[in-house]
């Protein structure tokens, strides 16, 4: 009977000692998500000075949009590749 009661317990300890692991999990996660909102209000406010400073005055919103742009472009071309390959093997582009 000693035994069973010693194993609970032992249970017991390792099931609180897992809840305490995921609550300092979740806490990290929570605390690098609000240093990750707080990245993005920066670069989403090229008007600060540090912000500047540090980039030369260069906001990376046309960068982003420019990297946005050739991902999609790249995605066209590739498409427009594998359909002329496509209609090669078929023959319906000749």
């Known amino acids: 009977m000693g035994d069973s009661f010693a194993a609970a317990g032992g249970q017991f300890a390792r099931a609180l000692d897992l ?3 995921k609550g300092l999990r979740e806490t990290n996660i929570e605390l690098e998500n609000e ?3 707080k990245e993005i209000d920066i670069l989403a406010n090229p ?4 912000y500047m400073q540090r980039y030369g005055g260069y906001s990376p919103c046309p ?3 420019v990297i946005v742009l050739m991902q999609d472009l790249v995605f066209k071309l590739f498409l427009v ?3 002329t390959i496509f209609l090669g093997q078929t023959g319906l582009l000749s």
């Open 19 to 21: 809840n305490h692991e």
């Open 35 to 37: 240093k990750l909102r």
């Open 47 to 50: 008007s600060d000075p540090s």
């Open 63 to 65: 960068l982003l949009v």
């Open 81 to 83: 590749l594998v359909l």
